[in-house]
Each structure stands twice: as C-alpha cells, then as structure tokens.
C-alpha cells in the first residue's frame, strides 16, 4: 500500500483536520498535486476503511459514484497494490445514484463500475446490486429502496449505515443526483427517490439525504480547474443545501473526508477550514 505520510509530504499542498463537537462529527480536507494522486489517496482511504469494516463486522457497504471523475479511481483500485487491500468478495455493492438508461448505456453508472471495476475483481454476483432503470423512474426507485433494506436487514423507519458513500460534485454543487432546488433535497422519509432534474430535461434516481445522514464515512473526490468556484462555494459559503446540495455534507454526523486536486483547490481561501461552519 503506499505511504501516506510519503504521499502527504510530497503531493499535498494543504491539509485541514476538524471537528464538530456540536454532533461527534469529524471532516478532513486534502489536496494533492494532481488528478493521479487524489485518485491514489482516495483509493487509499476507500480500502482502509472498507478493510476496518469486515474486520470489525465480516461484511462491509459501499456506495459507489457515478459521472468521469471516479473512473480513474475504480481502474487504481482494480490494480495492484490496492486489488490485494480488501476481501472484496465481503462487500455490498450499491449505487448513489443512477441515470434513468440501460445497465450497457454508454452514461450508465453502473457500466462505468462494471466495466473499471467489479468484472475485474473477484466479487459475486449477488454482492452487486444495481439500480434497475428498467422498471422506470418511481418503481426502480422503490424496489432499490426495498433491496437495501433487505440486505442491511431493516425495517420501515430504520436507515443502514452504509460504512463508504462516495461521491464526486458537479459543477452546480450536485452531489449522487441531488440537484440544487430539486424536491429529493427535502426528503425526510424515504432512502431513494425518483428526482426530477428540470435543468437536465430528465429524472435520475438517487439516494436521499437521510442515507447521507447516516452514513458512517463519506468520502468526496473532486478534481479539475472547472470545480474550483462550486468547490470554494461548497467549503466557504454559508449553509445553503438547496442552493449547493454538498452544503448537506456539512451536517453528516459520520467521517466526511474531501479529497480534492490543486486545481480544484485553486480558489480556497489560506484560511478555509474543512467544512463550512453550520449556521
């Protein structure tokens, strides 16, 4: 595995620890040099943390992300030496989000998961659970709701603890498909939705924020010099979840870390802390 320490001192230009006494949670802010090592240090923290989990409870859960930033993540971990890190065959495969399209759609993202990631490593079939975009917006919404719930074993009313969601942002601070001003923002009941996306024409299923809220550790990968302003927004801003959906990680009681690149760190402020403060 590579050395973090040797990672930090040579490719990190900043890093900020923090923690919110206020509800026990604790957010971490990197930045690395470049596109390859935030790619490296996330998969970094993804196997540590998925390798803590099936040794503490002998299965662990993850979220995946979808849209180009994972993707170069996913091939990282589907090499050696992060392939060799985790009993992969001991994980629950979910999605945060998925584009209303084919599982071999070009956009789909779970064929960006499979493709990089998951008919790479050894994991069964029955561990992988996709969003099926086949049933249509609200059915596949509701029948992904019901396979978590099965396979996390709670009832109506309870919520899994996903041990990893991973996300990346858009550059309208979206993150899964949690647009700004979109209803599933508001969502106080169900774990997944059908979200209609009227800036994108279209509807996406995602999770809501109450999966978010009681997730054990997010993980948030964000690279490029386009997400620099959405980036000092979501960091530096006051708390405006319906204006910047990432705002919503500010009040996630679980480990939250953001890993992001020099470019999209570009417009922080010396002073910005890990997350913004609540209001």
């Not at 803590?52 to 994972?70: E, F, N």
């Not at 998961?113 to 050894?122: G, I, Q």
């Not at 029948?143 to 109506?156: I, P």
């Not at 169900?190 to 996306?197: K, W, Y």
Request: a negative charge.
């Amino acid at each position: 595995m590579p050395s973090t320490k040797r990672q930090q001192s040579q490719s990190s230009i900043a890093s900020w620890n923090g923690r919110r006494s206020t509800n026990h949670m604790s957010c971490r802010l990197e930045i690395l040099r470049d596109e390859r090592l935030a790619a490296e240090r996330a998969a970094h923290i993804l196997t540590e943390t998925l390798a803590a989990a099936i040794q503490k409870r002998g299965w662990a859960s993850i979220a995946l992300a979808g849209g180009r930033t994972p993707r170069l993540l996913y091939e990282l971990l589907a090499q050696p030496p992060f392939r060799d890190a985790v009993a992969w065959e001991q994980i629950e495969w979910f999605w945060g989000d998925e584009r209303m399209v084919p599982p071999d759609h070009d956009e789909s993202n779970y064929r960006l998961a499979a493709e990089t990631l998951l008919t790479v490593l050894p994991i069964p079939a029955y561990r992988i659970h996709r969003v099926l975009t086949e049933l249509g917006p609200e059915q596949a919404a509701a029948a992904y709701e019901a396979t978590m719930r099965a396979v996390f074993d709670v009832s109506e009313g309870e919520v899994p603890h996903f041990d990893l969601i991973l996300l990346g942002m858009g550059q309208d601070g979206h993150i899964a498909s949690l647009f700004p001003h979109t209803p599933a923002l508001q969502e106080t009941r169900r774990l997944v939705v059908a979200n209609p996306v009227p800036a994108l024409s279209t509807t996406r299923i995602t999770i809501t924020p109450v999966l978010l809220q009681a997730a054990r550790s997010v993980l948030v990968l964000v690279t490029g010099s386009e997400k620099a302003q959405t980036v000092r927004r979501a960091l530096e801003d006051r708390l405006a979840p319906l204006d910047i959906p990432a705002h919503l990680l500010a009040t996630v009681p679980g480990e939250v870390t953001w890993i992001l690149d020099q470019a999209a760190a570009s417009l922080l402020s010396v002073e910005s802390g890990p997350c913004p403060e609540r209001q």
